[in-house]
């Protein structure tokens, strides 16, 4: 079991061994990634020590769940030896008998229900600089934390029915729940504590996605709110000196696990006139991955009845999902010029992806379903366009701080990636 009592590191006694302890570790992890530093950084970028605060796509949140085979090939792994530094990540087991929980199901009786594992993988760092949460909300990324349950001694790794809380207890927990009275810091409490001397902010996306998922706006998170929680966020991590990379927020509808009425016209071989009669879609519904199967069983005579519920986002909500996103991205380079952050695009690179592709040598990968960008649940990438999305940062900060960082060899991991492997 990766969970027990490990005394070994000297956590067991009174606090101030404890906080004695802790601060040992950060500092020997700072010392490592110093040694690592890049002379191509440059002038005020110190990548000693650097932390993320973000959402699935700085996880590594692919193919409905999170897993170390996927979190490992995430942007911020990619990145971490460009700029001669590390960022660690918790990673999660593919597989772990002691908790597993439901994981993501945005199809239901679509897809059989992805099992999500609650167990972290061996080796762990104890302390992780990647600190990103599938699914967090700017709110939560202030205020919440890891919430430990116990079975007698035994630490319960996986909390049944809630996802969220099993990633927060397992990301933003791990080792840190071992000692009594237990380390509970939200994700930007846990990044003060790190004193980095770098932070990436990329968090937003799920502010809107329930709402793009489900179709009720009303899970959007309010304009006021977001602003001034994430202002508080980009305040704190100024104040501990770090430089900050703040990321727009990208825009769910504008993701492989849409497709518009002209999308899947090109699809099927249908009239859009024809397409929207059959189905009776408005002329700016948006058809989600759950629809575009159900279009296609029909298509081949394995179904004749009309689309389920939640298999289209209907129009008046995109609208809606889509004036939000860019509120967002107001908020947050209003933020950013407060605080002295700089604002990376990373809506405006997803967005270019989505209507021009991506190319990797000679072939060229897609921002559609099956285009090769994005993994199997049409939200997140996959582990080439994470290389794509590495080298659109290593280009910004070099163009931002003078740097000379060394793009990814997206082509080497192309080569081994199963979602590109149909497009050659």
């Known amino acids: 079991m990766i969970y027990g009592r490990f005394t070994s590191f000297g956590m067991v006694g009174r606090a101030k061994n404890r906080r004695r302890t802790m601060h040992r570790v950060i500092a020997f992890s700072a010392l490592i990634a110093a040694l690592l530093v890049s002379p191509a950084a440059g002038a005020g970028l110190d990548p000693t020590l650097v932390v993320v605060l973000g959402g699935g796509l700085s996880a590594g949140f692919s193919g409905f769940k999170l897993g170390g085979d996927r979190q490992v090939q995430g942007w911020t792994s990619l990145v971490a030896p460009q700029m001669g530094t590390i960022i660690p990540v918790p990673t999660i087991r593919e597989d772990g008998l002691g908790g597993v929980v439901n994981a993501f199901a945005p199809l239901p009786g679509l897809l059989p229900i992805v099992r999500q594992s609650g167990e972290r993988a061996l080796p762990f760092p104890f302390f992780a600089l990647n600190l990103s949460v599938p699914f967090l909300r700017v709110n939560d990324a202030l205020r919440m934390r890891p919430s430990p349950r116990y079975d007698g001694s035994m630490l319960l790794p996986a909390i049944e029915g809630n996802l969220l809380q099993t990633y927060v207890d397992v990301l933003l927990g791990g080792p840190v729940l071992l000692p009594q009275p237990p380390v509970l810091k939200s994700q930007v409490e846990y990044a003060e504590l790190l004193t980095p001397t770098m932070a ?225």
């Not at 179709?215 to 966020?233: C, H, K, P, R, W």
């Not at 952050?341 to 990373?346: C, E, N, P, T």
């Open 200 to 424: 990436f902010v990329q968090l937003g996306f799920e502010d809107v996605l329930g709402a793009a998922m489900t179709g009720n706006v009303g899970l959007i998170t309010q304009a006021q709110s977001f602003a001034t929680d994430y202002s508080e966020i980009l305040r704190r991590m100024a104040n501990t000196n770090a430089t900050v990379i703040a990321m727009t927020t990208p825009d769910p509808t504008q993701t492989a696990y849409f497709a518009s009425i002209a999308d899947v016209s090109r699809l099927y071989g249908l009239s859009a006139e024809e397409l929207s009669s059959r189905f009776g879609l408005a002329a700016d519904d948006l058809i989600t991955l759950g629809g575009l199967i159900e279009i296609g069983d029909t298509m081949r005579g394995r179904r004749t009845n009309a689309l389920s519920e939640g298999s289209v986002l209907p129009g008046a909500a995109v609208t809606q999902i889509r004036a939000a996103v860019t509120g967002f991205n107001n908020a947050i380079r209003t933020a950013a010029s407060s605080n002295g952050a700089k604002v990376f695009d990373l809506a405006g690179f997803l967005n270019s992806v989505r209507a021009n592709g991506a190319s990797v040598g000679s072939i060229t990968l897609g921002g559609a379903y099956g285009g090769g960008f994005y993994s199997e649940d049409g939200l997140f990438p996959g582990p080439t366009g994470h290389a794509l999305i590495a080298n659109a940062i290593l280009s910004f900060m070099n163009s931002e701080f003078g740097a000379s960082f060394r793009p990814v060899d997206v082509g080497a991991v192309a080569l081994n990636d199963t979602l590109v492997a149909e497009r050659r």
